[in-house]
């Protein structure tokens, strides 16, 4: 009985000792540079929000935050590299959404899952989206988009930056919850997909404010709305799809932070506070704001449930499309 009593009370011990190591590394977390593994090239969007926020993190961390831009078929290739470094909090992941919520859909041969391999830390921007339109087609409204389309089968197409890309998904969620008769063509990146629509070889984009903005000024762009949850500041007078009849059509791009699975609890925690101090920043905030970018403070329980209501949405699509691996070759 006391050999038995020993061994439980040692193993207690070590028990207790691994969780005070656990909070005293938290507390001198980090004693070195972190790493922030960007999965996109630079000078894109998410390169962009990156270097933003890991100047921020790395002033209230007081180490450096350096960004490592890995890109490649669609953001899957730097998260694969990602997920393989030391679960320590000194390798993070700033991704968009697709790598996490659209990748394994689409590619069973994924060399990693973005459900058991990463650890959601924080929502860190958000990017709301508008339905855009040329400033010629005489449509003011999803409805009469949708009602044109019908009427002209096969006659119209809506752009996105490539096929599987979460901006092409939501144009396909919008085409069928309003029933349009339009068809998508894919382009490589965003810009190429804008220039067709401004010369109106195309009818139809969803796209970031900063985008389209100075085109909707200039009165060669149309917004009809926006999958946001309210209205933009930007734009007063443009409805959400919700008001125009579609309250299941809410997406906002987003931006977030992740660790490696396994990394100790503490320094999950510790980055996560770290994050959504960051998003109060008022200097960062503007920054954000001068993109068409909103800084978000969600932590890690909000930010899982978010992943999780955009990954049964785009899984959805992904089946209905019958989308394959081909599209990241």
């Known amino acids: 009985m006391r050999i038995a009593m020993r061994r439980i009370t040692r193993r207690g011990l070590v028990a207790a000792g691994c969780l005070w190591g656990l909070a005293v590394a938290a507390q001198t977390y980090p004693t070195r540079p972190v790493t922030l593994i960007v999965p996109f090239p630079p000078g894109g969007g998410t390169d962009v929000a990156a270097r933003l926020f890991a100047k921020e993190l790395g002033d209230r961390l007081g180490q450096s935050v350096v960004v490592d831009n890995r890109a490649g078929a669609a ?18 992941l700033f991704t968009a959404q697709s790598p996490v919520t659209i990748a394994d859909s689409i590619s069973p ?4 899952s973005p459900t058991r391999d ?38 119209l197409f809506f752009g996105s930056p490539g096929t599987g890309n979460e901006l092409h998904l939501a144009g396909e969620w919008l085409k069928r919850e309003a029933r349009m008769d339009i068809t998508h063509v894919p382009y490589k990146g965003s810009g190429p997909a804008l220039q067709d629509l401004l010369a109106g070889r195309i009818q139809m984009l969803v796209a970031s404010p900063a985008s389209v903005s100075q085109h909707i000024a200039d009165g060669r762009l149309r917004a009809i ?49 770290e994050a959504a101090a960051i998003a109060s920043v008022p200097g960062y905030r503007r920054q954000l704001s001068d993109l068409g970018v909103l800084a978000s403070g969600d932590g890690a329980q909000a ?15 992904v089946k209905s499309l019958h989308l394959t691996e081909d599209i990241y070759k």
């Open 109 to 112: 041969k994924l060399p990693y």
């Open 118 to 155: 990463l650890v959601p830390i924080a929502l860190t921007q958000l990017t709301p989206v508008l339905v855009v339109v040329p400033a010629n087609l005489p449509v003011k409204s999803l409805a009469e988009l949708a009602k044109v389309s019908r009427a002209n089968p096969s006659s």
């Open 303 to 317: 930010f899982a449930g978010t992943i999780g209501k955009n990954r049964a949405v785009w899984s959805d699509l």
């Open 75 to 92: 953001g899957n290739l730097g998260t694969g590299v990602f997920v393989r470094a030391a679960a320590d909090g000194y390798t993070l």
């Open 225 to 273: 709305a926006t999958l946001s949850t309210q209205r933009l500041a930007g734009f007063p007078d443009v409805p959400t799809a919700a008001e125009s009849g579609y309250p299941q059509l809410v997406y906002d791009a987003w931006f977030g932070l992740f660790a490696p699975k396994n990394t100790p609890a503490p320094v999950v925690k510790r980055l996560e506070q």
